[in-house]
């Protein structure tokens, strides 16, 4: 059993800060869940261009207020709390918060904190296994 609190990861390297966001991962690939569960702060005002081609991403707002865009249909969603979208087939998204919104979201397959957004918006795949591999001790 795991349990753990956003105060466990805040200021450590599970929590990254953006101008647009900060992303608390609270569960990683590391701890073999088959999915990662963070906690995202998207900043007033801010637009944020999103493709998760690698990944399947639910997300449930429970702070605040902002509107989602389907980038390949141009249809708009309002978002609030109670609020949740899955980017099922791999969306391109567009995220604009209006007022400070804080979101739980799930990763699968899961992230494992090292990924950074390229110039597409696109988490790369990787993999823990990856990081062992590449540990040689002597």
């Not at 969306?91 to 209006?98: A, I, L, N, S, T």
């Not at 397959?109 to 090292?114: A, H, N, S």
Request: glycine share 6%; with cysteine.
């Amino acid at each position: 059993m795991i349990v753990r609190t956003l105060d466990e990861v805040t200021d450590t390297d599970a929590d990254i800060k953006t101008p647009n966001w900060r992303s608390k991962r609270i569960v990683l690939a590391k701890e073999k869940a088959g999915f990662s569960v963070h906690e995202t702060t998207l900043y007033a005002g801010t637009v944020n261009d999103f493709w998760y081609a690698n990944h399947i991403e639910a997300v449930f707002v429970f702070e605040g207020e902002g509107e989602i865009t389907d980038k390949a249909t141009g249809e708009t969603h309002q978002l609030k709390p109670g609020s949740l979208y899955l980017l099922n087939n791999h969306d391109k998204h567009q995220v604009r918060p209006r007022t400070d919104m804080r979101t739980v979201c799930v990763f699968n397959p899961p992230v494992t904190g090292r990924e950074v957004h390229d110039e597409n918006g696109v988490y790369p795949l990787v993999r823990e296994e990856d990081d062992l591999a590449g540990d040689v001790t002597s």
